[in-house]
């Protein structure tokens, strides 16, 4: 008997951008898209199907799942255990309906901050990055696609469960092309990080020296500057060491998301104060937490 290849079905979770929506359907087109809602029960309990408005014509529905690849795509902004155990239900029903692969990407993946262990610093704090992993694994995730995650032990703990069916995007692209658009004169700035001034492997060190790499070449540490800060708990947070000549440039502080924005405002008030002409925020998840 031979074998037909698998086909690829894409599965568009509510809450994500029109332009993402939009951008998805153009590539995959309109007949691979499994079109699916959420919805909760009175007392709150989550609950997502697919294909909510054409269920009789189950059978031929089921057909897009059965030995095929299905990706779905979910962002876990706010609310985010919700949209995560959503991507989680849908992980679930594609399994069961007979998937051979269930893809997960995930635009913005949260708790990738919570990967450091603390306990060995006296803190007994969650450790909940490695956690999610395992819990979109055992929902029936086979592989799984985060874009620029916060931080290189974040991306190991991804791995361990993962393996090489872990992927990343980086946006770094996109900064180099932003900048060179908007600062023709490139002698005028500098790049760096908000923090991380004694993590040099850290996922934001390396963003920030890929981009002055890609822009200066061998001069690029010459074009840039350093911010080491230490945490005082959830989004609290001081400079204590810095390093750079910034003075009567423009300072392009990259990171990977901005929360409360409290890293973001000691960075620029510490470039102020080392004497940058202006301060300019390059961020791809822009959380703004509180009404930012």
Not at 25 to 49: L, M, R
Not at 146 to 157: K, M
């Amino acid at each position: 008997m031979e074998q037909t290849e698998p086909k690829h079905y894409v599965i568009l979770q509510p809450g994500l951008s029109d332009s993402v929506i939009d951008a998805l359907t153009a590539q995959y087109g309109e007949e691979n898209i499994i079109p699916a809602s959420i919805a909760k029960f009175v007392d709150k309990e989550e609950f997502t199907e697919g294909f909510p408005f054409n269920r009789d014509e189950f059978e031929k529905n089921k057909e897009k799942f059965k030995g095929n690849i299905i990706t779905i795509v979910q962002s876990t902004g706010e609310p985010c255990s919700e949209n995560l155990f959503y991507a989680k239900l849908a992980a679930d029903v594609a399994k069961r309906a007979g998937a051979k692969i269930v893809n997960g990407v995930f635009p913005y993946q949260a708790w990738m901050r919570q990967e450091k262990d603390e306990l060995e610093i006296g803190r007994f704090s969650s450790m909940a990055n490695p956690m999610i992993a395992k819990e979109l694994k055992a929902a029936g995730f086979d592989h799984v696609t985060l874009f620029t995650p916060h931080s290189e032990e974040g991306i190991n703990q991804y791995k361990q469960v993962f393996g090489n069916n872990f992927a990343y995007v980086n946006a770094t692209k996109v900064f180099i092309d932003q900048i060179k658009k908007q600062f023709p004169n490139l002698d005028d700035i500098v790049i760096g990080a908000p923090d991380g001034l004694d993590k040099p492997d850290d996922q934001g060190q390396k963003r920030a020296e890929d981009i002055a790499k890609a822009l200066f070449g061998d001069d690029y540490k010459n074009h840039m500057f350093g911010i080491q800060k230490k945490r005082r708990g959830p989004g609290k947070s001081e400079i204590v060491r810095f390093e750079g000549n910034v003075k009567g440039k423009t300072a392009i502080v990259v990171d990977d998301m901005i929360s409360t924005g409290g890293t973001m405002v000691h960075a620029a008030e510490e470039l102020k104060k080392q004497g940058a002409d202006k301060v300019v925020i390059a961020s791809i998840h822009g959380i703004l937490a509180n009404g930012l």
